[in-house]
């Protein structure tokens, strides 16, 4: 309100009758006043949580849009036509899909433009949210776009991250308005239901760290070296001191069990919860590749900040006067600057609508349902059988979920290159965009948001050994709306968090992470150029593929600011190891066993691709050059040679 407000609505000036003493008095109460009723409003916060939201969902569809025909699309590493009517029968997937693509119950669609037509009109509405007043149906189009799109990613998209961008979305249609004028006060269910999952999110990710690497504050001395995609600051952070590591790790430890239950305290302890997170979740993703969890949860915490909070940041005079600006267009002071008109910031009700009834309904499924997944954690299931069913159905449509991040970490890294060959002879490496492979080419900065899926389950399926794949006495199986066993450690999945150290089946590899790596490896041999795209270089051309080709496993290790006592370092990582062995089981016997059979030493590359020396099997690494960042050594094959003739049988 500027100055001829004010004195409209006191009817005084410091000229007139009034004292100038009145006037600054009055003056002072109405802007205390005004701060007062800052603290209790969480208006800018929401149009702040809305924003980001939908910069969040456009950079999700957009990552999957130029991602998903080589991953899940009809010539991709798991085709959706595969599985969409085994799973439809089942009542495992939606039957949205049926009707976009069957021939005769549905509109016939090919499976690349449903894919693709689902992105686009998915990042319409994204944009529209972004650039417009973000309203209900916005919020609700992208939810839709993105639920279709994980319900057939198969294991590409069963990330606890997919899970929480569609909890939020949904949650987010009902704290949106329903039209453009923002006249509405912020939903206080919904903002409870908001803030309760950004609990079990952290909550959840530090009950799963009670394993003795964390306990025994380990856990990051490994955490940058061995995490999927590590950036540049990975590498320099490793190169610390193994106190300053423990200090991190009992920081994290603290911040995630101590930390989240004062997101329900008092202003004061609330809004230090929520700085604390955002300045943890800033660091995460700061110093490793993340995609969009880390601004996801940051929006989630400024839930928690009130307007006067928010004005009272430092920023730019212009940021300042906008979000004035969009604050004005609701707050209204009736004319005698005491009653708040009854839409205004105040007011104790929302006007009435549908959407408005549906929030109690919202409130109490979503509310009870999230219950069970609490009880996960604890490995119990003492919820009622009509809770548990309640629970299962919004578990279909991925409307709540169980969280718990970095459970695990690896104590070393393995990684699986690809090679191929006409012969046999000459083995030629494929380079992947973001992981591992070339020796000398830097840990990258992966744009801010986005996920390259395909390195990631490569991280993950590295951490599993051959006898895993091929092993006959597996039989388990799993869903589009499952969560892959693989994906443990940094990655975690959607099921409870005892899943998420390993599950699925008795070698911790499930049947589908088995068939993806051979369904890859033959889209390579046939030169499918859509999951060529996935790659960064290819040995072949797409009209001359391989012949033949393999998977050889690594064992890497970043290199150092003194290089020569990089094999000391590897012994005192063994060291390490020995003391805490359940920090991650990493098969070291089993792949030196299953290693016994061949050479020693592994075939040679001739490619100008080539990923560097390589070394005799055994535990030391090669001296790097000058400008690796990297040193490996080889500890095996991974996958046999093998052709489009010669197909291996997994699980």
């Known amino acids: 309100m500027d100055n001829e407000d004010e004195t409209i609505l006191f009817g005084v000036t410091p000229t007139n009758e009034a004292s100038l003493a009145d006037y600054i008095t009055k003056k002072n109460k109405l802007k205390s006043i005004k701060e007062n009723s800052r603290k209790k409003s969480f208006y800018l916060s929401t149009w702040i949580f809305l924003k980001m939201i939908s910069i969040i969902t456009f950079i999700a569809l957009f990552s999957a849009f130029i991602q998903i025909r080589g991953l899940v699309g009809e010539d991709g590493i798991l085709p959706v036509g595969d599985i969409l009517e085994k799973q439809v029968a089942s009542n495992e997937i939606n039957s949205i899909w049926i009707f976009f693509t069957h021939p005769t119950k549905g509109m016939g669609f090919s499976v690349n433009n449903t894919l693709h037509m689902l992105c ?11 650039f417009t007043t973000t309203i209900a149906t916005y919020i609700g189009v992208m ?10 990613g198969q294991l590409f998209f069963a990330y606890q991250w997919d899970q929480l961008l569609l909890e939020a979305l949904y949650l987010a249609i009902f704290l949106s308005p329903f039209n453009p004028k923002y006249e509405e006060k912020p939903n206080t269910p919904i903002r409870y239901l908001l ?27 490994f955490q940058y070296e061995t995490q999927c995609i590590p950036n540049i600051l990975s590498w320099y952070l490793n190169q610390m001191p193994h106190v ?29 919860a929520s700085l604390t997170t955002v300045l943890y979740q800033m660091a995460i993703f700061l110093t490793g590749n993340y995609n969009f969890f880390n601004y996801l949860t940051i929006g989630l915490c400024t839930l928690l900040m009130d ?3 928010l004005l009272s940041l430092p920023m730019p005079d212009k940021v300042r006067i906008k979000l004035i600006g969009i604050e004005s267009k609701r707050f209204k002071d009736s004319p005698n600057g005491r009653q708040k008109s009854s839409r205004g910031l105040e007011s104790g009700l929302s006007s009435l609508n549908p959407k408005n009834l549906l929030v109690p309904f919202v409130f109490i499924l979503i509310g009870t349902s999230s219950l069970v997944n609490v009880t996960q954690y604890f490995q119990k299931q003492t919820a009622p059988s009509l809770i548990q069913r309640i629970h299962s159905t919004l578990s279909l449509y991925h409307l709540t979920g169980t969280y718990g991040l970095f459970s695990h970490v690896n104590t070393e890294r393995y990684e699986i290159i690809i090679e191929g060959s006409y012969d046999k002879i000459n083995w030629f490496a494929y380079e992947f965009y973001y992981k591992p492979g070339n020796l000398s080419r830097h840990p990258p900065f992966v744009f801010p948001g986005h996920q390259p899926r395909l390195d990631w389950q490569m991280w993950s399926i590295a951490q599993t050994t051959s006898k895993d794949l091929f092993s006959s006495s597996s039989s388990s199986t799993i869903s589009s709306s499952s969560s892959p066993s693989s994906i443990e450690n940094q990655t975690e999945t959607t099921a409870s968090p005892s899943s998420s150290s390993g599950g699925g089946n008795s070698n911790g590899v499930s049947r589908t992470q088995s068939k993806w790596v051979i369904n890859f490896m033959i889209k390579l041999l046939q030169g499918s150029p859509e999951v060529l795209s ?8 797409t009209d001359k593929p391989p012949i033949y080709i393999r998977a050889q496993k690594y064992r890497y290790k970043f290199t150092t600011f003194n290089n020569d006592n990089i094999n000391n370092n590897n012994n005192d990582n063994n060291d390490n190891n020995s003391q805490n062995p359940v920090s991650y089981d990493n098969n070291d016997e089993d792949d030196r066993n299953i290693s016994t059979n061949e050479p020693s030493s592994p075939p040679t590359s001739s490619s100008s691709s080539s990923l560097g020396n390589e070394q005799s099997k055994g535990e030391l690494y090669q001296l790097p050059n000058q400008d690796d960042w990297w040193v490996r050594c080889f500890i095996g094959s991974f996958i046999e ?9 997994t699980n």
């Open 120 to 130: 686009f009109v998915g990042l319409s509405f994204s944009a529209l949210s972004i």
């Open 641 to 649: 040679p093998f052709s489009l003739d010669s197909i291996p049988t």
């Open 195 to 221: 803030k309760w999952l950004l609990f079990r999110l952290m909550f959840g990710s530090g009950l799963v760290k009670l394993t003795p690497i964390w306990a025994g504050l380990q856990a990051m001395n």
């Open 143 to 152: 939810w839709f776009c993105y639920y279709c799109i994980v319900d057939v």
């Open 534 to 541: 996935l790659l960064e270089y290819s040995p072949f051309t």
């Open 307 to 309: 307007d006067a909070f």
């Open 244 to 272: 300053f590591h423990e200090f991190e790790t009992m920081m994290v430890l603290a911040i995630e069990i101590l930390l989240p239950a004062l997101y329900f305290a008092p202003r004061m302890y609330k809004l230090f």
